[in-house]
């Protein structure tokens, strides 16, 4: 007898064996029909995936979230047998479902964008024959038999790599196609519908690694309805919109050269808006009771020994070698600031009435990102991270990780940013002992349960950092898009490494758990997503260039610079336009600049001593005095305004 406890918390019990379509027959024949997978005690499965013990069970149709990734999955089957179906040569790799849809990885093809059509026809056809998905687990030996006969050697190597301790894998067939696969996937491939797309193809590596074999990979999506899917292409028209690279050029913010691949040039106007987002950062830092400070470069590995990165992070730092350094003297670009922090740290005997010491810095850093990686401003090879490392007593955790939460508010309550804390665990690679990182997931959890309310946050198992559980904040732009900007990290194992000791009440020396923590992440990454959210139109406060001057013709440009004067002197970023150009086309530059204000000088508003202003969205107000108008500037900058009038 075996009891499945169903989400309202009833209990159906079962002779026997059972899987999920037969709960669910059970319970409704409607629900038997719509249903497409199920969770059983917080893992997905097929329908037909025998239940052996007492579980809890949930059935998903095409309403629950975390359905869209098994019909992307079972998308990317079908995309794998049309294109060994219509190319006999191909080897299907891998392929996955991903965020915004799945891929499929290729050897023995080149395939161009216009063979796609032809692929979806393939993938059309087979949806129509409504093939059965079947489910079956082999033994690892009877595996590597059926895709060593099919000439799979990729399979075959995944197989052999995984883990002694798995005899038997898992078989997914749908006609004539075998795929080694985990699952879930649909019960047939007629329930895939027909909303998917191909949408690019693409270079890849076997494994990612550019030693071995090259491979083609084809980049797709699909949903549960021609709505969805039409409403996906029309935010990808809006992002195409709003790219940050193009913003960025059109704007003269950023640029990148061929002789610095993947570090951004900041030019004049990007470095105003790069410090303007570090001016909030020191100010609100300074009053929240950081200690800003500022580290070398580059460490001996020593330094990186002691921490461990240089066992779990080397392949990502660049390393650097004198001709004369024989390589255990050898020394590294910092990848990030904690480290130094220790060190910083241990300088003195410090005492528990010296803590909480919040440390902060902003230092460039580098990471040996691969070049196919680098993505604008969003993935780069050199950029400065607002760090802090706050070391703490036990009994301090609870209340500092709450200064935090409220710190994290703060700062993206500014930008009208809506975020979300995800919450990882112990990862597999972990070092220190488990009783420890027991002891620092509880305590972290508690802070959470307390912040966000139980069950609020996302719980991601297994991702932490190697040395201590962490919140990660995901936050959504104006497109709905997640991104994961901020990071808090609690670790008992860094200061360990490094001794780090404080004196206690009683006299005692003691370590103290450690708080790394970022706001923005990479600045350099921030201000790109910044771009793309404000689609270039940031902030009043945060505008390189909050009021451009154009003046009707030449002799009104005396009375401009008067007006320019006014305005630097009461601290507003103005610039005039130098051009001897129609009133018209100012306005057209001023607004593709996407600057907050242009002020309109002509007879009527010299003669009146007013101004003319039309802001970016073509609201215009004519006849006010410029004192009515710096003190509204001025209102809309400190208030720190998303709006544009007050």
Not at 547 to 566: C, M, Q, T, Y
Request: glycine fraction near 6%; aromatic fraction near 10%; charge should be negative.
């Amino acid at each position: 007898m075996i009891n499945i406890t169903l989400p309202d918390g009833s209990k159906m019990p079962f002779d026997g064996s059972v899987n999920a379509l037969q709960v669910a027959e059970k319970i409704s024949p409607n629900l038997a029909k719509a249903a497409v997978a199920a969770k059983v005690n917080d893992t997905l499965i097929d329908l037909t995936t025998p239940i052996t013990t007492d579980s809890t069970l949930s059935i998903l149709t095409n309403k629950n979230p975390e359905s869209l990734e098994v019909l992307r999955h079972t998308t990317a089957h079908i995309l794998a047998q049309a294109v060994e179906a219509l190319y006999p040569k191909a080897k299907a790799t891998i392929g996955p479902a991903i965020d915004n849809g799945f891929y499929y990885d290729f050897y023995g093809i080149i395939l161009k964008e216009e063979d796609l059509a032809k692929i979806e026809a393939k993938m059309t056809e087979i949806v129509e024959q409504d093939l059965p998905i079947t489910r079956s687990v082999v033994s690892r030996k009877e595996a590597k038999e059926i895709f060593t006969n099919r000439g799979e050697n990729f399979k075959v190597e995944l197989i052999d790599d995984l883990p002694e301790d798995i005899k038997e894998v898992s078989l997914y067939s749908q006609g004539d196609y075998v795929e080694l696969c985990r699952g879930p996937h649909l019960p047939s491939t007629g329930r895939v519908g027909k909303s998917f797309k191909l949408t690019k193809v693409a270079a890849a590596y076997w494994r990612g690694d550019s030693n071995r074999e090259s491979l083609q990979r084809v980049y797709g999506t699909a949903f549960w309805s021609d709505k969805e899917l039409k409403a996906y292409f029309t935010l990808l028209e809006e992002a195409e919109k709003r790219d940050h690279r193009k913003i960025g050029k059109a704007l003269d913010l950023f640029y990148f050269d061929t002789t610095a691949p993947g570090c951004p040039y900041f030019l004049p106007k990007g470095w105003k808006l790069y410090n303007l987002l570090l001016d909030f950062w020191r100010k609100e830092h300074e009053r929240a009771g950081y200690q800003e400070f500022s580290g070398p470069l580059m460490n001996s590995r020593v330094l990186w020994e002691t921490s461990g990165h240089w066992d779990h992070y080397k392949d990502d730092m660049y390393l650097l070698t004198a001709h004369d350094m024989p390589e255990t003297e050898s020394y590294a670009l910092k990848p990030m600031s904690c480290p130094q922090t220790m060190l910083l740290f241990n300088m003195k005997t410090r005492s528990y009435q010296d803590l909480p010491i919040r440390f902060s810095d902003v230092d460039m850093i580098h990471r040996n990102e691969a070049s196919g990686a680098l993505n604008g401003l969003f993935r780069v090879r050199e950029f400065h991270q607002d760090d802090a490392h706050i070391f703490i007593t036990e009994d301090q955790i609870e209340e500092e990780f709450s200064r935090l939460f409220a710190l994290a508010d703060k700062f993206y309550k500014v930008f009208g940013l809506k975020y979300q804390m995800k919450f990882s665990t112990r990862p597999d690679d972990f070092v220190g002992d488990i009783e420890t990182w027991d002891k620092a997931e509880a305590a972290l959890r508690k802070v959470l349960d307390k912040h966000c309310g139980e069950g609020n946050y996302l719980i991601k198992d297994k991702d932490g950092a190697f040395y201590g559980p962490k919140v990660d904040i995901a936050m959504k732009d104006a497109l709905g898009r997640e991104w994961q900007t901020g990071t808090f990290q609690l670790d008992f194992q860094l200061p360990d490494r490094f001794g780090c000791k404080y004196v206690d009440k009683e006299g005692n020396q003691k370590m103290p758990p450690v708080i790394h923590r970022a706001l923005y992440g990479s600045l350099e990454r921030f201000i790109g997503i910044l771009t793309e959210h404000f689609a270039g139109a940031f902030p009043v406060w945060l505008s390189p260039v909050q009021v451009r001057l154009l003046p009707v013709s030449d002799k009104h440009r005396e009375h401009a610079n008067k007006i320019l004067a006014e305005l630097e002197k009461a601290s507003i970023r103005a610039e005039m336009e130098r051009q001897s150009n129609t009133i018209g086309y100012q306005i057209r530059e001023a607004h593709n600049a996407k600057i907050p204000y242009a002020v309109i000088i002509g007879d009527k508003e010299i003669e009146s001593n007013t101004i003319s202003v039309r802001d970016r969205t073509g609201t215009q107000k004519n006849a006010i005095s410029l004192d009515e108008f710096i003190k509204i500037v001025k209102q809309v900058n400190d208030t720190q305004s998303l709006e544009l009038w007050k």
